[in-house]
Every structure is written in structure tokens, then in C-alpha cells.
């Protein structure tokens, strides 16, 4: 099965842990993201990465942190210094290319990880 | 600037037509899509439109681009209760590279008997 994994699907943490979320990719997709998403609320860009090895600040990055050390996985860390970490996490990965004269540019979604802090 | 607006709610009855509206700001932005999101779920990616196209259909989706503007439409045809959900619609500006996503809140779709 091709897809993106996340683990766990439920996470608790304590007032001032560190807890890294994990998001594995099969597709063999570049890019990869984290969004967080709060109730009643769109999806925000915490942190991308277009490659391996590099990666960008999104808009809500502070008390964040991530790596990229392999094309298939994109973990984020939820740091102490992030106030407020009680969201759903949602991690994707980006297609991109040609088919004839259409050009696609799509993202797909894990099932995200709920982290509640205690 | 980067902005996506979409009515919070809509209520229809089953076998009728759904129409979820949004309104985005950057004008550069190339594409837009809609994604259905399910009670505890990931996104999934239902269609997109790339803004040179007025209108793309895809079974019972159809979304309308009125680039002048900046209205983004998607109708969804016979309507079931499968269809309940929160539908996100987003942009990609021309700011980011075409690599970030920009969100509205996602519209609540209720569909009853």
C-alpha cells in the first residue's frame, strides 16, 4: 500500500516535554509538510521541506522543530516552548509534474495525530 | 495578502445539490482545490482547479472559478449522507513558491434524510 503513515494517532504529553510526532511517505514524493489544525479552524503551516536535507519555516514554526534526513520521513518535534501544543497534527506530501499539457501540483494528507497535553 | 473565506455551514437534503462557496484574495494564486475532511480524518483531496480553467468536472464535483473575482465554487450533484463532512477549499500563492497551501476554515456539510 502507498501512503503516508503517522504515529502515533493519539499522544498525551506533559507540561514541559519535548514529543516528536512521526510521518513516514512511501510515494516517493520531495516534499514533504506539517500543518496543525485547531477546532473550527483551517490547516496552518508549521514547517516544509523540499528536499532532503533542507527544510523552511512555515508560518506558525516557533516551539517547533523538524529534520529531514531521509526522502521518506519528516518528523516534527513539539518543543516545550510551544504554548499552546494541543492541536491535530497533519503531515503531507507534495506530487508534482506533467501529463501531456496538464500540470499537477498535489498534496495528500496522513491521518494525523491528536496531541493533547496534560 | 493570502486569505481563504468560506461560510462555516450548510445544510441540504439527501439527492439534492450541494454548493460550498469560497473566496480567496492572491490573485497570483495557480491552483485551488477542495479537500472533504471526515470526524477525526486526514484530508483527502477531492479536485483542483488550475486558474487558467473556468470549470472542472469529475463525476458528481463540479468546481466553478470566477477569477475576477476570486470565487471558487464546488457543487456536488445527488447529494448523500456519505457526503457529510467538513470541506476545506485552499490556494497555492504565487508567495510561496506554489508550495504552501492556504486554508479557509472548511465549510460543515450536513446532509439529511
Known amino acids: 500500500d502507498g501512503g503516508i503513515t503517522q504515529s502515533p494517532k493519539y499522544l498525551f504529553r506533559k507540561e514541559g516535554q519535548n514529543v516528536t510526532l512521526s510521518c513516514e511517505q512511501n510515494?516517493?514524493?520531495?516534499?514533504m509538510y506539517w500543518y496543525r489544525q485547531d477546532p473550527g479552524q483551517g490547516l496552518r503551516l508549521i514547517y516544509y521541506s523540499q528536499i532532503v536535507n533542507d527544510f523552511q519555516k512555515g508560518d506558525i514554526a516557533e516551539g517547533y522543530s523538524v529534520s529531514r534526513e531521509k526522502k521518506e520521513s519528516f518528523p516534527l518535534t513539539v518543543t516545550s516552548a510551544q504554548k499552546n501544543p494541543t492541536a491535530f497534527y497533519l503531515c503531507?506530501?507534495?506530487?508534482?509534474?506533467?501529463?501531456?499539457?496538464?500540470?499537477?501540483?498535489?498534496?495528500?494528507f496522513g491521518p494525523g495525530t491528536r496531541l493533547t497535553v496534560l | 495578502g493570502e486569505d481563504v473565506e468560506q461560510s462555516l455551514f450548510l445544510s441540504v437534503r439527501e439527492g439534492d445539490s450541494s454548493v460550498i462557496n469560497c473566496t480567496y484574495t492572491?490573485?497570483?494564486?495557480?491552483?485551488l482545490y477542495w479537500y472533504k475532511q471526515e470526524p477525526g480524518a486526514g484530508l483527502q483531496l477531492l479536485t483542483y482547479i488550475f486558474s487558467n480553467m473556468d470549470m472542472k468536472q469529475d463525476q458528481r464535483l463540479t468546481v466553478l472559478l470566477n477569477k475576477k473575482d476570486k470565487h471558487l465554487s464546488l457543487r456536488i450533484a445527488d447529494t448523500q449522507t456519505g457526503d457529510s463532512a467538513i470541506y476545506f477549499c485552499?490556494?497555492?500563492?504565487?508567495?510561496?513558491?506554489?508550495?504552501?497551501?492556504?486554508f479557509g476554515a472548511g465549510t460543515r456539510l450536513a446532509v439529511h434524510p
Open positions: 510515494l516517493n514524493h520531495d516534499a
Open positions: 503531507a506530501s507534495r506530487m508534482t509534474g506533467t501529463s501531456g499539457s496538464l500540470l499537477y501540483n498535489e498534496q495528500f
Open positions: 485552499a490556494e497555492t500563492p504565487f508567495s510561496g513558491g506554489y508550495n504552501k497551501l492556504i
Open positions: 492572491d490573485s497570483s494564486s495557480t491552483y
